[in-house]
Structures are given as structure tokens and as C-alpha cells.
């Protein structure tokens, strides 16, 4: 993933906000001999106070093909994008220009996690697991025990493998037209929420909050 200085993280806080709320994505897994990369679409915890750089847990069925591509190479990437939306070329003309001089592009927000993938087995581990993505999908606590041997889940465990990402890099991009004048990106921000298509809310939040963030 390209990210020029002007589409990068403001500092580690900007991503860690934005992946807290954001905890959907598809783990991206070198394919054996040469075949193509596994994507996994897939929910997932993230827990940033684990590792140097935090620490993933989620969990695939047993059946899945992914587990002997992990098996041969663990280095994998956990890919999350959202809050994207189109930006038609007249938005972006240069002033005095004709509106169809102008270049569309594309806003979006994405944050990459390359990690270590351990893939756990053990029951009482892969319950463990399960509860800390449960505590994370399910807070107030609106949740059975999981234990092996234990109704109502205890009998599905062997059915699935654990997995834990330990985040070894993390590379943000918040690609808010960052390099175009402020007036242009105020006026973007003014026709996003004119249009208000699905997205646009959000690109426009991104983009105003980076426009105050280097106001200050």
C-alpha cells in the first residue's frame, strides 16, 4: 500500500481510534507453491495494550483451507478498509480550470497489520480465546461460558482452530485529499455533505478532523 506523507496516520493514536471501532477485515495469507494469496474475510479483537504493537484473536473453522498456508508461512497481513467513498473529477478542479480538467479519486481510510500468526489448539487456550473476543462483540456480558465439555459451546471447540496475530508492523493510510489546497478540501468537505451517499458522512468527519488537526 502506497501512502504518501500527506495521507499518513497524523500518529498512532488516529489509527488505534479508528481500528477500535473497526473490527472486520480479511486476513491475507501467502498461498502454497506459488498459488495465489488466501483472503479470509473475518471478525476479529484487537487488543492494542499486547506486544510492542498489539495483538489479534479470532477464530476460523476447522475445515478451512487458510490453516496449511499459515502453516507454511506465518507472516500474514490483517487488512481493515472502510469510510471510502468516490470524489468526481469537478470536485477536484483546479481553480479557473474547466470542471472536466479535473481528476476523480478515491477517499478512504485503511490500516494494515502485518503479523505472526500461532494457531492455537489447545481447548482450555482456544476457550480463553473465545471469551476475549466475546468480551470485545459482546460486553455487557449477554454470553454462555465457554469451557470444553460445557453446554452450549464446550462440544463445538474441536470444530474449530484459535488464532493469535502478534502485530509485528502496523502502516495506516487516511487518504482525505490531503494535498490539495485547504479551500478546495473545505468545499469537498461542503459537497460530501450536500451528496450524503453511503460513506459520505464519514469521509467527511475524516477530512474535517484532519483539516482541524493541522489547523492547530
Known sequence: ????????????????????????GQLCVNGPGGEPPFVQPLHFAYDPERGDHGEVVTHLARPNPIWAAISASPQVTLSVVDDYTFIPGPWHAPEGAPPEHGTPTSFYAAVQLRCVAHVIDDPDAKAALLHRQLAHFQPAGD????????????RMLPGIRGLR???????????????????????VADRLASRSAPGDPAARAHQLR?????DS
Do not use: C
Open 165 to 187: 496475530l502478534e502485530v509485528t508492523d502496523v502502516r495506516a493510510k487516511f487518504k482525505y485529499g490531503g494535498n490539495k489546497p485547504r479551500a478546495m478540501r473545505r468545499a
Open 143 to 154: 454470553h454462555a461460558l465457554v469451557a470444553p465439555g460445557a453446554e452450549p459451546y464446550g
Open 210 to 214: 484532519r483539516l482541524a488537526a493541522t
Open 1 to 24: 500500500m502506497l501512502i504518501h506523507p500527506w495521507d499518513a496516520a497524523l500518529d498512532d493514536s488516529e489509527w488505534q481510534t479508528w481500528l477500535a471501532s473497526h473490527d472486520f
